[in-house]
């Protein structure tokens, strides 16, 4: 237990900092607060099964799949609650930027993630790391262990193929 308060510590504000960024992109109306968030992503990251964590850029990497665990299971309860259908507004043009509309087009982010997986799971954590992780290209490729140019390539092939799946 020790152990554990001590990560928390040691990871808190980069997780909250990481939330708040993504928080930055959700529709104003998401009821999800940004302490919120990485309360669960931190409850999730050290759920029931131990992760051997290889280094702070892993460590990072997980916790940018489960904020985007989190924020994706909010939409759904969100929308189970009423009824959806509208017009998916989304885009991946700049990453400095992108902002999801709704909870439509996170919803939509995530079944394209789904696929693009199928096809290219390399790519699908690049674009896991940078838009849910806020990772920076070489954070990326450490992570990875690829080479720069690897991600580079693979961030332009995943955001091009997400484009068009959600046209």
């Not at 924020?71 to 009423?82: C, I, P, Y």
């Not at 990453?95 to 997986?117: I, M």
Request: hydrophobic share 45%.
């Amino acid at each position: 237990m020790e152990a554990a308060n001590q990560l928390v510590e040691l990871v808190y504000g980069q997780l909250h900092r990481m939330a708040r960024r993504q928080m930055r992109r959700e529709n104003r109306a998401v009821t999800l607060q940004t302490t919120a968030l990485v309360h669960e992503a931190y409850l999730r990251l050290c759920g029931s099964e131990p992760i051997q964590w290889q280094d702070r850029v892993h460590f990072f990497a997980v916790a940018a799949q489960q904020l985007r665990r989190v924020l994706v299971d909010h939409a759904r309860h969100v929308r189970s609650g009423k009824r959806g259908g509208g017009v998916v507004n989304f885009s991946l043009a700049e990453f400095d930027g992108p902002t999801l509309e709704s909870d439509e087009g996170l919803l939509a982010l995530d079944e394209a993630l789904g696929r693009l997986e199928k096809l290219d799971s390399r790519a699908t954590s690049v674009v896991e790391l940078r838009f849910f992780g806020g990772l920076e290209e070489q954070e990326i490729a450490d992570a990875l262990n690829i080479s720069l140019a690897t991600v580079k390539r693979d961030w332009v092939f995943a955001r091009a193929w997400l484009a068009s799946q959600l046209m």
